[in-house]
């Protein structure tokens, strides 16, 4: 799943020279938790691939409900792909929210693949600040069996700290 999500993270990289990469201890790769938060860093070819991220699953089943992964920030933006389960209405998009308020307007799907729907994520600056200060992000989708909306929740613990290491690290 983070393969697809990195895939389409990939259109949105700013590759750095390789010459020129290098991360903290001489690593070629680092895993970092930040609160509820991933921070993922390798060198690649073109340099570094840097990126947070964060899963929320189903604990029944252990299945992903919804994933969420941010490139590494350029300026006061950030963008990324969120993956949703399978059994959302397309036409609906999904609606994101910030403790309950909404965030925008609803955002389109891009595409499904084999482990779920990918939604395009783009945060501004006042999204980014909204991010910054909340405790949780709600991902709303429109089932498509009975056209409810169902809501799953990521939190936003760790969300500044881990923005803040993968701007440092892709640097």
Not at 14 to 40: D, F, I, K, M, R
Not at 109 to 117: E, K, P
């Amino acid at each position: 799943m983070k393969a697809l999500i990195s895939a389409g993270l990939l259109l949105l990289a700013t590759p750095v020279l390789a010459e020129q990469a290098t991360l903290p201890g001489g690593a070629s790769a680092l895993n970092e938790a930040h609160g509820s938060w991933t921070v993922n860093c390798t060198l690649v070819e073109a340099g570094k691939d840097c990126a947070f991220s964060q899963t929320a699953g189903n604990p029944q089943t252990g299945s992903t409900l919804v994933a969420v992964e941010l490139a590494a920030p350029s300026g006061n933006k950030a963008e990324g792909m969120l993956l949703t389960a399978f059994g959302l209405r397309l036409d609906a998009g999904v609606q994101l929210g910030i403790d309950g308020q909404q965030l925008g307007q609803a955002r389109p799907f891009l595409t499904c693949v084999q482990t779920g729907c990918l939604v395009p994520l783009d945060f501004d600056e006042v999204a980014l600040s909204a991010m910054k200060v909340g405790t949780t992000l709600e991902v709303t989708g429109v089932k498509v069996d009975d056209g409810q909306p169902v809501t799953v929740t990521l939190s936003l613990q760790g969300f500044t700290a881990a923005y803040n290491r993968t701007a440092e690290l892709a640097q």
